[in-house]
């Protein structure tokens, strides 16, 4: 793993909290994080 992977996903990850205020639970945020990014 290289360290332009890792942040690039923390980027990827910051960017779906910035728009994660209408977000009800963490179990939305999390299937929207794994929706982004995929099966990394």
Do not use: K, P
């Not at 779906?16 to 939305?28: E, M, Q, T």
């Not at 994080?33 to 990394?40: F, I, M």
């Amino acid at each position: 793993m290289t360290q332009g992977f890792v942040e690039g996903t923390n980027r990827a990850i910051r960017g779906i909290i910035n728009r994660a205020f209408g977000f009800r639970d963490f179990a939305n945020f999390r299937w929207q994080v794994l929706t982004e990014l995929g099966d990394t």
